[in-house]
């Protein structure tokens, strides 16, 4: 799946814009992938897995496209 970097967190979080969806997922910088937290900004594109969690779906594997 690909989409947007909608908003990024002090703590290490953010949420995507998923392209063709409505709701927004969440991401941990754990479930990055050939890029630092610190490097990611808003509006970048990226390219993701989308997972269930205990706390809902999120995103997994997320690289910078």
Known sequence: MEGTIKNLTDRGFGFIAVDGEQKDLFF????????????????DKVSFEKSDSPKGPNATGITRI
């Open 28 to 43: 941990h910088s754990n479930e990055l992938s050939g890029v630092k937290f610190e490097e990611l900004k808003v509006g």
